[in-house]
């Protein structure tokens, strides 16, 4: 009986916390059974804007798109041709020459030294030359003469042989007579010889004239190369020596290029080389224009390289710079745009029409078609916009052609067109 006093405060301190419980879950499922009612979407398939463009294949002269570098086909390392002090170097790097223009002037006072000696050897060799002629002709004129005598020499010996028989010459006078013309038939044969080598001894004195000649030509040729010129209108390139520094027979002085021989080297993708050899067999001109500095560069195709790399797609094409002149630089390079010869049944389109290398989209029923072309090259539009040529035999004219680039383009994507 002592407890009765408690009960009413224990049911007091437990039964607040359960009546407020109640009373919130009585309040939230109130709220949520009066919130408003979302009404049900329609969950139908989403379009895409595209822009389109008619296909109409027609004749177009495809613009191939080259990257190419200045280069000269005339490159050349002055040496020096003797050994010798550099005297002057009149260019320096990058200076535009002249053909025959000075550019290193070497000292030539042993040249000149040797051609003094060469011209002396040769008037030596001319005056011997004077000298066995006038021998000759001497020999000519005395050689009868010589004769007259021995035949006096020999008459003296009959003479003195009729006296010695007669008993009214001596043994001793014979001999003499005997003795007399020995001596002068060794003179005649001596003078006859001498007539007789003429030829020969003439023609070694002309030969060493002549080589006196080659000795004197060769040494004013020595003293030309102490001289270095210009072999072509063109541009220097590197100085490799100075002035006070000896070289010798084969050192480099001074590498050059020529403007005559400045070309444009420029890969041709492998994909349009037969086009580009058929051209070149047909004798078509294939031109490529560029710009180089805001100034524009025309250039005519010559013909292929005849070595390929192999790390390459593709063969070099060798284009004549059209008004080559001192102020293009070897190793530029530039953008170019090659034309080549008129197709039919091309199509031109955006490039974004493009996806990848050989695909793009028709509209068929407001959904994305796919179609394979081959990507001929490239043109310029009316308003000079670039375009992408490609043919394809699943196209024909009037089609519409989607030139929207979509990141996820499919088969079968429903796409619209402004205005839909």
């Known amino acids: 009986m002592t407890d009765s006093p408690n009960k009413p405060s224990r049911l007091i301190r437990w039964g607040a916390p359960v009546l407020i419980l109640v009373l919130a879950v009585g309040v939230a499922i109130g709220l ?17 804007l595209v822009r389109t463009v008619i296909a109409q294949p027609q004749a177009h002269a495809p613009i191939l798109t080259l990257y190419g570098r200045i280069e000269s086909l005339l490159i050349a ?59 000759h002709d001497t020999d000519l004129k005395s050689l009868p003469e010589e004769q007259r005598l021995l035949e006096l020499a020999r008459a003296e010996v009959n003479r003195q042989r009729d006296l010695l ?24 044969n001596a003078r006859e010889q001498s007539v007789a080598d003429h030829t020969a001894r003439l023609a070694e004195l002309d030969a060493n004239r002549q080589r ?25 390139t590197q100085v490799l020596a100075s002035p006070g520094q000896r070289v010798r027979k084969g050192d480099g002085v001074l590498v050059v290029y020529g403007t005559e021989g400045l070309v444009l080297r420029a890969q041709i993708p492998n994909r349009h080389l037969p086009v580009v050899r058929q051209a070149l067999n047909a004798g078509e001109t294939l031109r490529v224009g560029g710009e180089l500095d805001g100034a524009p560069i025309q250039a005519t195709l010559l013909g292929l390289a005849g070595e390929v790399d192999a790390a390459t797609g593709g063969v070099a094409g060798l284009f004549r710079i059209e008004g080559a002149d001192a102020s293009l630089q070897q ?20 490039n974004e029409a493009l996806y990848g290398l050989d695909r793009i989209y ?11 072309v081959e990507r001929i090259g490239d043109t310029r539009g009316a ?14 004219a009037g089609d519409v052609i989607i030139a929207t680039q979509l990141p996820n383009a499919m088969d079968g994507l429903l796409v619209r067109t402004a205005g839909e």
């Open 77 to 135: 390392k002055l040496t020096a041709a003797v050994e010798a002090d550099i005297v002057d170097i009149t260019v320096f790097e990058g200076n535009p020459i002249s053909k025959d223009q000075l550019l290193v002037r070497l000292d030539d006072r042993d040249q000149l030294l040797l051609v003094t000696q060469r011209e002396a050897d040769l008037r030596q060799a001319e005056a011997r030359i004077q000298s066995e002629n006038t021998r």
């Open 362 to 372: 028709r509209l068929h029923d407001s959904r994305m078609q796919p179609v394979t």
């Open 32 to 48: 949520v059974r009066t919130k408003p009612q979302a009404k049900p979407v329609d969950a139908g398939e989403k379009s895409w």
């Open 212 to 236: 006196g000649v080659a000795l004197l030509e060769q040494a004013r040729l020595e003293l030309d190369r102490t001289r270095i010129l210009a072999p072509f209108d063109g541009r220097v």
């Open 331 to 350: 190793g530029r390079f530039l953008r170019l745009d090659l034309n080549l010869p008129a197709r039919p049944d091309l199509i031109a389109l955006p």
């Open 383 to 396: 308003q000079g916009e670039s375009l992408v040529l490609v043919r394809s035999d699943g196209i024909t």
């Open 165 to 188: 028989n007669k008993k009214l010459g001596s043994q001793s006078a014979l001999d003499t007579a005997r003795e007399a013309v020995a001596r002068q038939a060794l003179t005649v």
